[in-house]
């Protein structure tokens, strides 16, 4: 029999609130089996919350915990069947460390599944010597607990999409909280309602924590975010603007290109070679940011301002709205830039001229807190890392059990 100093070092090392080892083996082949016993009489009826003494029967199990060194550790239990003295309702107990009707601990479980994440279900199978169901039935069960999680201490909520299939028109909806950079939700369908559901869900609670509402400039977004949560301040994501003027940019410099392919006069041969072979390749060039470029791309720019000048201009304009965006401060003097600006880039940025005054109140929100969705590009590109790890995660439901699970962890 172990001494007593023994055993309250093993109960010490087990560190589960209420039971203590009464006694321990070992077993060559098999590993080490530690006896526990529950240190409270009483249990709580899950039925009333009251506290009984009144044992209906015994029901001894063996699970198993976290590995000591090489060796399996198993516990050997007793989950009572209590019957409550004040409702007079029959229950199992509830244990903090094991689930009902499962033999292993929770955090036996926590280990298999990150091993599970970084490596694939037969392998997790064979080392620790569970089986493959095992392991998918840990998998099923701590996605529901982790999928019916409500966000906590959510102060910016940023709403975003990405395409989940390459190429296609299908985009699935990803909620970020922004200060926490971790995922908050992720639907497979970005129409309003399915959002609108899935929001309503965390309750009134969560949702009048919200602060700020981090969107692209889509109207759909915009009205969750005003009937759900109405104190939030709703701001237009700084880099989908951005995006948007890059693209007209881009556009221009197409346009530019066509122009110079459509003169077909003899005389013109020479000039328009020479253009052609500077607007070559010069995408990048001009959408990348000026301060950003190296010397032979500096060059390249010069002779681009040079051989198509409203080019250069729509460059130069470009610069000027990543600027504003860039150092001022408050929505004021932000507001007044980015007027001056849509005077100035009216003729050549008419889309994006006509976006940001549509959406103005949400673009000058930004000045004030300077909340971007800079932590959401990120999440993304670790999202599509997933997707394409994903094997045996055929559907969207598998694709966000993996994701919740690798930022559930990841912490
Ligand atoms: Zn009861």
Redesign the pocket.
């Known amino acids: 029999m172990p001494s007593n100093p023994e055993l309250k070092l093993m109960t010490n090392l087990l560190k589960f609130p209420g039971v203590k080892v009464i006694n321990y083996s070992f077993i060559s082949e098999i590993g080490v089996v530690l006896c526990l016993e529950n240190i409270e009489k009483e249990a709580a ?1 899950i ?4 506290k ?1 003494s009144k044992l209906h029967q015994n029901n001894q199990l063996t699970i198993r915990d976290l590995p000591l060194g090489e060796q399996a550790v198993y516990l050997k239990i007793n989950r009572r069947q209590m019957t ?1 003295q ?4 029959k ?1 199992t107990e509830e244990l903090s460390y094991v689930q009902k009707k499962r033999t292993y601990t929770t955090r036996f479980r926590k280990k298999i599944v990150i091993e599970v994440l970084n490596s694939d279900i037969k392998n997790v199978a064979e080392r620790n010597g569970v089986s493959e169901q095992e392991i998918e039935t840990m998998l099923k069960d701590l996605s529901e607990e982790i999928l019916n999680e409500k966000p906590k201490n959510l102060k910016r909520l940023g709403i975003d999409e990405i395409a989940l299939v390459k190429g296609q028109k299908k985009y699935c909806a990803v909620l970020v909280d922004l200060d926490k950079r971790v995922i908050v939700g992720l639907l497979e369908d970005r129409t309003e309602s399915a959002i609108v559901e899935y929001l309503e869900s965390w309750g009134e609670e969560v949702l009048e924590q919200i602060i700020e509402v981090s969107i692209d400039m889509w109207k759909p977004y915009k009205s969750v975010a005003n009937k759900l949560m109405p104190k939030a301040e709703v701001v237009a994501d700084r880099f989908h603007v951005m995006k948007q003027v890059n693209e007209e940019l881009d556009q221009g410099r197409r346009e530019a290109k066509k122009e110079v392919k459509a003169l077909t006069k003899k005389k013109d041969e020479k000039i328009k070679n020479t253009i052609l072979s500077v607007l070559t390749k010069s995408k990048y060039v001009l959408l990348k940011n000026q301060s950003d470029l190296n010397i032979e791309e500096k060059v390249k720019l010069e002779e681009i301002y040079k051989v198509a000048p409203i080019l250069g201009m729509k460059h130069q304009l470009k610069e000027e709205f990543r600027e504003i965006f860039i150092k001022q401060k408050n929505w004021v003097d932000g507001l007044l830039k980015l007027g001056d600006w849509i005077a100035k880039a009216l003729e050549y940025f008419p889309e994006s001229c006509g976006t940001i005054r549509r959406w103005i109140g949400e673009i000058i929100a930004y000045f004030d807190n300077r909340t971007t969705q800079g932590a959401v590009e990120g999440i993304n590109n670790k999202l599509k890392l997933i997707k394409r790890r994903a094997y045996g995660f055929r559907n969207f439901n598998n694709f966000k059990l993996r994701s919740f699970l690798v930022w559930h962890f990841a912490g």
């Open positions: 009826c039925h009333c919350g009251a009984t409550c004040k409702c007079g309702k229950f």
